[in-house]
């Protein structure tokens, strides 16, 4: 049961350079989107988000596209630090109104090169 | 800044054996989840919980698994008769009321069924 794809299991990235990690979904029913980073023995850390009635969030140096047709969206990193090399997690949950569960992506791992 | 906070670390058990895992979620929130991942899979969802109940629960979610939320503060996971397909990080989270609120995490319990 795929709903949410990464495609790329890794990414390695100059430093100073754009990130950009990719994401796919399979369920139309899917209208709130999140991006989680994740450090080995730690918990997802909430990054950035985005409604379906949005097709871009902005936060410092992190940017969410969402392409609705498409049902892919993207998370760019823009510059990129060495503290972002860890584990990314596109999640997905359908109905805004709290309590829906999140469905995972398998994540990709982005490794800065110093 | 507040965050959700879960004990044990980590748990070794024996197959068979009941174990409990604790979680603190943040103050003000009112909706509490439980997920799961196991080692090189992607995290899963097994059950929300809002005013005093279940809202949903996953396939994951048998009748070996319980939640309680005995007291104002703290939200708990039970596993009956563990087996050694549950050994997983385990991971608590909790979001706020209202549209659109992000679920944030706790850092996790590392359970291991031998």
């Known amino acids: 049961d795929q709903q949410v794809k990464q495609n790329s299991p890794s990414l390695s990235v100059q430093e100073g350079r754009i990130s950009i990690l990719n994401c796919d979904y399979t369920?139309?029913?899917?209208?709130?989107f999140l991006w989680y980073k994740k450090y080995p023995a730690e918990g997802p850390t909430f990054l950035i988000s985005?409604?379906?009635?949005?097709d871009k969030n902005e936060d410092g140096r992190f940017t969410v596209f969402l392409n609705k047709s498409a049902k892919h969206l993207s998370l760019h990193i823009v510059p990129s630090q060495p503290g972002d090399s860890a584990v990314y997690f596109c999640?997905?949950?359908?109905?805004?109104?709290?309590?829906?569960?999140?469905?995972f992506g398998t994540g990709t791992r982005l490794t800065i090169i110093p | 800044e507040p965050e959700v906070t879960q004990t044990p670390s980590h748990q070794v058990t024996q197959m068979g054996q009941e174990v409990i895992l604790r979680c603190v979620p943040i103050?003000?929130?009112?909706?509490f989840y439980w997920y799961r991942q196991i080692l090189g899979q992607k995290v899963e969802f097994l059950v929300s919980?809002?005013?005093?109940?279940?809202?949903?629960k996953s396939e994951i979610f048998d009748d070996q698994f319980s939640v309680e939320r005995p007291d104002g503060s703290n939200f708990t996971l039970k596993i009956r008769s563990t087996k050694l397909e549950d050994s997983a990080m385990y991971f608590c989270?909790?979001?706020?009321?209202?549209?659109?609120?992000?679920?944030?995490f706790g850092p996790g319990t590392r359970l291991l069924v031998l």
């Open positions: 989270a909790s979001s706020g009321s209202g549209s659109g609120e992000t679920q944030y």
């Open positions: 999640a997905a949950s359908a109905g805004q109104w709290g309590n829906e569960k999140l469905t």
């Open positions: 919980f809002y005013n005093n109940e279940i809202s949903e």
């Open positions: 369920n139309s029913m899917f209208d709130y």
């Open positions: 985005i409604s379906s009635i949005k």
């Open positions: 103050s003000n929130h009112l909706y």
